[in-house]
T-cell receptor
Framework: GDSVTQTEGPVTVSESESLIINCTYSATSIAYPNLFWYVRYPGEGLQLLLK?????QKGSSRGFEATYNKETTSFHLQKASVQESDSAVYYC????????????FGAGTRLKVIA | NSKVIQTPRYLVKGQGQKAKMRCIPE?????VFWYQQNKNNEFKFLINFQNQEVLQQIDMTEKRFSAECPSNSPCSLEIQSSEAGDSALYLC??????????FGAGTRLSVL
C-alpha cells in the first residue's frame, strides 16, 4: 500500500543552523501523487506548510523548501537557518484522487530548536 | 489561522458513553474528512463527505460511529459507545476540490 516515511524525531538543532528532515514515499495507485508538508506548532492545529503537485518542482514557505524528486521518491524538507520559532512537529504527506480521495501521512518529526 | 472550526477542544467521557464532536468546514469547501490521530501520531482515516454525501468510510466508522454533514449546519462525528481505545485526537479537515486538506485544531477525546 501507500506509505510515507520520514526522519524519526526528536531532532534538535541549534538556532541559525541548517535543517533537513527526510521524507520518502511510496504510492501504489498513482505515479505522481501530490506531496505536502504540514506543521503543528505547540498548542496549535495542523497547518499546511507547503505543497508541490508537479514532479521536479520545488515548494517554499517561511524559509522552508522541499523538492519533489520522482527518481528517489523523496520530498525532503530543508531550511538554511532555523529559528526557535520553528520548533514544531512536521508531517510529510501524499495525496491523490483516483475516484476516491486518499491521503497518507508520515508519523511526524518533532523539531526542537535551541538558542 | 485555521478557518476550520472544531468543537469542543477537549472531551472526557466514560466507557460506554456517547461522544460527539463538531466541525465547521472552511466556507465554500464541500469536501470534509475526519481522521483519528493516536498517541503515536499515526493518522487513521475515518470518513469523508462531499457536500452531504458520504464518499468513503472504514468499517469501524460504519459500525460504531455516526457522522453527518448536513447543509447549513456543522458536520458531526459521534461515537455511539466510547471505548478506551477511542482516546485520541480527532481531526476534521476540509477541501475545495479534495486536492489539499485544511485542518481544524482537533478535538482531544479522553475515554476514562
Amino acid at each position: 500500500g501507500d506509505s510515507v516515511t520520514q526522519t524519526e524525531g526528536p531532532v534538535t538543532v541549534s538556532e541559525s543552523e541548517s535543517l533537513i528532515i527526510n521524507c520518502t514515499y511510496s504510492a501504489t495507485s498513482i505515479a505522481y501523487p501530490n506531496l505536502f508538508w504540514y506543521v503543528r506548532y505547540p498548542g496549535e492545529g495542523l497547518q499546511l506548510l507547503l505543497k508541490v503537485i508537479t514532479a521536479g518542482q520545488k515548494g517554499s514557505s517561511r524559509g522552508f523548501e522541499a523538492t519533489y524528486n520522482k527518481e528517489t521518491t523523496s520530498f525532503h524538507l530543508q531550511k538554511a537557518s532555523v529559528q526557535e520559532s520553528d520548533s514544531a512537529v512536521y508531517y510529510c504527506a501524499l495525496g491523490y484522487n483516483t475516484g476516491n480521495y486518499k491521503y497518507v501521512f508520515g508519523a511526524g518529526t518533532r523539531l526542537k530548536v535551541i538558542a | 489561522n485555521s478557518k476550520v472550526i472544531q468543537t469542543p477542544r477537549y472531551l472526557v467521557k466514560g466507557q460506554g458513553q456517547k461522544a460527539k464532536m463538531r466541525c465547521i468546514p472552511e466556507k465554500g469547501h464541500p469536501v470534509v474528512f475526519w481522521y483519528q490521530q493516536n498517541k503515536n501520531n499515526e493518522f487513521k482515516f475515518l470518513i469523508n463527505f462531499q457536500n452531504q454525501e458520504v464518499l468513503q468510510q472504514i468499517d469501524m466508522t460504519e459500525k460504531r460511529f455516526s457522522a453527518e454533514c448536513p447543509s447549513n449546519s456543522p458536520c458531526s462525528l459521534e461515537i455511539q459507545s466510547s471505548e478506551a481505545g477511542d482516546s485520541a485526537l480527532y481531526l476534521c479537515a476540509s477541501s475545495l476540490q479534495g486536492n489539499t486538506l485544511y485542518f481544524g485544531a482537533g478535538t482531544r477525546l479522553s475515554v476514562l
